[in-house]
């Protein structure tokens, strides 16, 4: 079974820049999330998808990013004019609509740096 | 509002060794808890997880029990190996399908010969 497929796996952009990450879950998953990992930290959601729909965006800073999942399946973060505290890795999970334990699968992330 | 708390930040022990890394959560609702490890450049993988208290859940010579009473989960491990040297993140979920993960910030162990 495939994994989580993210792409690219780097970027490293000039402060005001803008990038868009792409992400392929999991065949058959229905939630899709997006965490930012700044360097020496923990995994922050960014936001979370069920299907083609938003269930939480509140920790997804709305003037710079945006995030869609337009037919449920692949999904695009996109980040405009971008700073220097946006550099981290950022990375896409999926699970499926079957299972109760919460269990997330992780695609090895798109490393940003903005300079 | 929930969250996770990893008190070390760095662990460094000699190959050999037991392995204790701490974990304690907050929440009002019933939880799954989690250990992921995250190897340089790849992804973070499941190590661990339950949700039953006072059980014992162990995989790949790693072994935890959650503890409701005292909102622990902390990860074990008898003898430390080189290959052991990576990122450990304790997380928790509410469970059920789509729901998110709270992650710690981690927990750096650095197995030495």
């Known amino acids: 079974e495939a994994g989580v497929t993210q792409s690219p796996r780097y970027a490293v952009l000039q402060e005001g820049q803008a990038v868009s990450f792409w992400c392929d879950p999991i065949?058959?998953?229905?939630?899709l999330y997006w965490y930012q990992q700044p360097r020496d930290q923990g995994p922050q959601l960014l936001v979370y998808f069920r299907d083609e729909a938003v269930i939480d965006n509140s920790q997804l800073p709305s003037d710079r990013f945006s995030a869609v999942r337009p037919k449920g399946t692949n999904s695009t973060l996109k980040i405009q004019s971008a700073k220097q505290g946006d550099t981290a890795t950022y990375l896409c999970?999926?699970?499926?609509?079957?299972?109760?334990?919460?269990?997330?699968?992780f695609g090895e992330g798109s490393k940003l740096t903005v300079l | 509002g929930d969250s996770v708390t990893q008190t070390e930040g760095l662990v460094t022990l000699t190959e050999g060794l037991p392995v204790m890394l701490n974990c304690t959560y907050q929440t009002a609702y019933s939880t799954f808890l989690f250990w992921y490890v995250q190897h340089l450049n790849e992804a973070p993988k499941l190590l661990l997880k339950?949700?039953?208290?006072?059980k014992r859940t162990e995989h790949q010579g790693f072994h935890a029990t959650l503890h409701k009473s005292s909102s622990s989960f902390h990860l074990q491990k008898s003898s430390a190996q080189l290959s052991d040297s990576a990122l450990y993140y304790c997380?928790?979920?509410?469970?059920?399908?789509?729901?998110?993960?709270?992650f710690g910030t981690g927990t750096l162990l650095s197995v030495k010969p």
């Open positions: 065949s058959g998953h229905d939630t």
């Open positions: 339950s949700s039953t208290d006072n």
């Open positions: 997380a928790l979920s509410h469970g059920g399908s789509g729901n998110k993960l709270i």
């Open positions: 999970a999926s699970s499926p609509l079957t299972g109760d334990t919460g269990q997330l699968y």
